[in-house]
């Protein structure tokens, strides 16, 4: 059974930094690509960020690039998300999720076939 558990959410100021954490399990995490997508309140789901399964490429939604960086360690079966310049419209329910493809890197949430329950990050002074 795959499970993704999303952790590290919080209230930060504008400006602060959070660090998500994706606990995985019920799959090979190592051969896998990621994603963390958002879903802010009265909006759809969007794409931030993904990472190619050893590590070697990843991409990012132009919103957040040169603020977040995605990492992962397959040794832990945890995936990463590194969020700093924060700023108001970060504010969403962050979910992490498992590529449906082995060996496929793709910036569209549709190719992603199971997700965490998310985890909540507010910004605001």
């Known amino acids: 059974q795959v499970q993704l558990v999303e952790s590290g959410g919080g209230l930060a100021q504008p400006g602060g930094s959070l660090r998500l954490s994706c606990a995985a399990s019920?799959?090979?995490?190592?051969?896998?690509?990621m994603s963390w997508a958002r879903q802010a309140p009265g909006k759809g789901l969007e794409w931030v960020s993904g990472?190619?399964?050893?590590?070697?490429?990843?991409l990012y939604a132009d919103s957040v690039k040169g603020r977040f960086t995605i990492s992962r360690d397959n040794a832990k079966n945890t995936l990463y998300l590194q969020m700093n310049s924060l700023k108001p419209e970060d504010t969403a329910l962050y979910f992490c999720?498992?590529?449906?493809?082995?060996?496929?890197?793709?910036?569209?949430?549709?190719?992603?076939?199971?997700w965490g329950q998310g985890t909540q990050v507010t910004v605001s002074s």
């Open positions: 990472i190619f399964s050893d590590g070697t490429e990843t």
């Open positions: 999720a498992k590529a449906r493809e082995r060996g496929v890197l793709v910036p569209e949430v549709g190719e992603y076939d199971y």
């Open positions: 019920g799959f090979t995490f190592s051969i896998y690509a």
